[in-house]
T-cell receptor, first 109, second 112 residues
Framework: NAGVTQTPKFRVLKTGQSMTLLCAQD?????MYWYRQDPGMGLRLIHY???????AKGEVPDGYNVSRLKKQNFLLGLESAAPSQTSVYFC????????FGPGTRLLVL | KQEVTQIPAALSVPEGENLVLNCSFT??????LQWFRQDPGKGLTSLLL?????REQTSGRLNASLDKSSGRSTLYIAASQPGDSATYLC???????????FGPGTRLSVLP
């Protein structure tokens, strides 16, 4: 039982490049979330999903897209990376208790 | 809109002390409240989950209380140890939303 896993762990992008962050959970949870964490800003919700095939916007969705084609996976895409998207990205899933992945550190130059 | 605050922002105590971390929320219509621990460079680890119908939850040296009517929760850590040094966050799940709202965290340092 791996819980919530995220790939990659660290990535450097140039402005304008695209990438996809992958989140996987093996707990059969319906709810999945993508957050970003920045110094002084705390955790902010980007997008979330309440089940396979569903997605919804969170607090800071601009510049990101998501997909939940399979229940166990939740993908976060950056179509054209900007320096403001430099952050640590966390994925989480939940039934009652929320479980977090280890995070992806993204640096956009 | 639910807002969550945590006081103090940072706390430094000598090993062995008992301590209390505070979490306040503005909307008392909550479904549950969760306390997390985050070590530097790591993800969040769930410590305790309190349902809205509960007053407190205990796990080892940790005790979390919930007072919905006053919009407050406390996390009590008994006999603190250097290994307890981390940032502690509380998060509230509202009755009318699909998401947790997080507080900014309290950074705890336990000095040997």
């Amino acid at each position: 039982n791996a819980g919530v896993t995220q790939t990659p762990k660290f990535r450097v992008l140039k402005t304008g490049q695209s990438m996809t962050l992958l989140c996987a959970q093996d707990m059969n949870h319906e709810y999945m979330y993508w957050y970003r964490q920045d110094p002084g800003m705390g955790l902010r919700l980007i997008h979330y999903s309440v089940g396979e095939g569903t997605t919804a916007k969170g607090e800071v969705p601009d510049g990101y897209n998501v997909s939940r084609l399979k229940k166990q996976n939740f993908l976060l895409g950056l179509e054209s990376a900007a320096p403001s998207q430099t952050s640590v990205y966390f994925c989480a899933s939940r039934e009652e208790t929320q479980y977090f992945g280890p995070g992806t550190r993204l640096l956009v130059l | 809109k639910q807002e969550v605050t945590q006081i103090p922002a940072a706390l430094s105590v000598p090993e062995g002390e008992n301590l209390v971390l505070n979490c306040s929320f503005t909307d008392s219509a909550i479904y549950n409240l969760q306390w997390f621990r985050q070590d530097p460079g790591k993800g969040l680890t769930s410590l305790l989950l309190i349902q809205s119908s509960q007053r407190e939850q205990t796990s080892g040296r940790l005790n979390a209380s919930l007072d919905k009517s006053s919009g407050r929760s406390t996390l009590y850590i008994a006999a603190s140890q250097p290994g307890d040094s981390a940032t502690y966050l509380c998060a509230v799940w509202g009755n009318y939303g699909q998401n947790f709202v997080f507080g900014p965290g309290t950074r705890l340092s336990v000095l040997p």
